[in-house]
T-cell receptor, first 115, second 113 residues
Framework: DADVTQTPRNRITKTGKRIMLECSQT?????MYWYRQDPGLGLRLIYY???????NKGEISDGYSVSRQAQAKFSLSLESAIPNQTALYFC??????????????FGPGTRLTVL | AQSVTQPDIHITVSEGASLELRCNYS??????LFWYVQSPGQGLQLLLK??????LVQGIKGFEAEFKRSQSSFNLRKPSVHWSDAAEYFC???????????FGAGTRLFVKA
């Protein structure tokens, strides 16, 4: 089974609808992240969380919100979807180890289309 | 602010040929550097990373990368490309404090027979 799972894998919705993307992990990592990927722009950080009580905005948080329901679960919500939120969304986890680097482990992605 | 530049949007190489993907970073201190690969329809997977020690690092799938501080570069290389290497490759740097990874825009690799 995959260590980081995302649901749904694909979603088509309409402008103004509320959408939730879910992420679950079995790696036991404390740190979780949400990114969006757009062609030519790489990955941009939306939100990140270092533990259940810690939520931080990334570089493009406007129009998004998150919830860290448990160590293993981190959800991303679009309260009122708009077409320019059409993108590929990735969840990632990491486990910082002192003296080592913060390698990230990615889910398979959710392709979201907002019409 | 830290940044990562991948000058090549896409590269095409013949199967069996050598490969070099370029990455330049902007960072005030010794950076932590990564290369990730994204195969079609999948998430990103770590190829290799550098944070100290030997400036030539070996990764999975026969890839290596060399950290050159004087050139602010961390180029990815492979001596002989296989058709299965066709994917998008991302260079990344981790910021001061080690809690945000900053990604380049990616280089898409095409492999021709």
């Amino acid at each position: 089974d995959a260590d980081v799972t995302q649901t749904p894998r694909n979603r088509i919705t309409k402008t103004g609808k509320r959408i939730m993307l879910e992420c679950s992990q079995t790696k036991g990592h404390d740190r979780m992240y949400w990114y969006r990927q757009d062609p030519g722009l790489g990955l941009r950080l939306i939100y990140y969380s270092f533990d259940v009580k810690d939520i931080n905005k990334g570089e493009i948080s406007d129009g998004y919100s998150v919830s860290r329901q448990a160590q293993a679960k981190f959800s991303l919500s679009l309260e009122s979807a708009i077409p320019n939120q059409t993108a590929l969304y990735f969840c990632a986890t990491s486990d910082y180890i002192a003296g080592d680097t913060d390698t990230q482990y990615f889910g398979p992605g959710t392709r979201l289309t907002v019409l | 602010a830290q940044s990562v530049t991948q000058p090549d949007i896409h590269i095409t190489v013949s199967e069996g040929a050598s490969l070099e993907l370029r990455c330049n970073y902007s960072y005030g201190a010794t950076p932590y550097l990564f290369w990730y690969v994204q195969s079609p329809g999948q998430g990103l997977q770590l190829l290799l990373k550098y944070f100290s020690g030997d400036t030539l690092v070996q990764g999975i799938k026969g890839f290596e990368a060399e950290f050159k501080r004087s050139q602010s570069s961390f180029n990815l290389r492979k001596p002989s490309v296989h058709w299965s290497d066709a994917a998008e490759y991302f260079c990344a740097v981790i910021n001061t404090g080690g809690f945000k990874t900053i990604f380049g825009a990616g280089t898409r690799l095409f492999v021709k027979a």
